[in-house]
């Protein structure tokens, strides 16, 4: 069975003025999407800003959304490292504070070999007991798996279970589900491409759209899977514009702007990310009052 099936949001972490995680925010945005109708949250991964946190700050902040969830929905912690170690540790860790599963990201920097990526995430898995999914994000890491790692991984790795896939590559995934006899769970990594996923065999998206518009994120993965494909479908392309403009630089610069004009308050980036750009938030802002969102700084 699927850790999650849905639009799981990939959660930002909000900060204070004097750059300390805003846990009190935290708490609202996590009852916000629950309300709003998320099917998991993603915690500490790249919208969370993990990789500007120390460890202790990291596994405070799974613990904290663990509790605060308390089981309503299902939490998958980011626990990826370029350190194989560290990997190891950030995984147990998020186990002993109750995480339902684990996004581990491809070694960033290391440029590991596939043979070398199947022993990291082989002993990553083997460390703990629970499900793990696969996240390959070349673009970001410099460091991709092919679709025979991927099911290599998957076919002899009991608890690898799933593969976030941002690699935008259409062949490539399918591939993946041919090698997995449409078995592993697919998760879109990137929010233009849920419903090219969701006909591929994928269970829904791990989102950055959904931090600001929950429902409708949900709603695309639902509406296909209960076979309201025009309806679907009709989401995934209004809300194609919202999508760009929120890419509009890298994540999660446009999306902390966005919740910040909506009124969310969750405050500035850690260095080495910056402000939006001042010629990007008009754009931002037109595209989110033509989705429908209300703007209101």
Known sequence: MALFTGAGVAIVTPFKENQEVNFEKLGEILENQITGGTD??????????ASTMTHEEHLEVIKYTVDKVNKRIPVIAGTGSNCTKTAIFLSQEAQSVGVDGVLVVTPYYNKATQKGL????TAIANSIDLPVILYNIPGRTGCGMTAETIATLY?????????????????HIAKIMQLTNGKIDLYSGDDNQVVPLLSLGGKG??????????KETHDIVEKYLTGDLKGSLDLQLKALPL???LFSEVNPIPVKKAMNLMGMEVGSLRAPLTEMEEEHVPGLKKAMEEFGL????
């Not at 791990?206 to 600001?212: A, D, E, G, T």
């Open 243 to 245: 999508i760009d403009a």
């Open 294 to 297: 209300t703007v209101v700084k």
């Open 118 to 121: 199947i022993a990291h995430f």
């Open 40 to 49: 998991a949250i993603i915690v500490c991964g790249t919208t969370g800003e």
């Open 205 to 214: 998206v791990i989102s950055v759209l959904s931090n600001i518009a929950p």
């Open 155 to 171: 076919n002899e790795v009991d608890n690898i279970v799933g593969i976030k896939e941002a690699t935008g590559d259409i062949g």
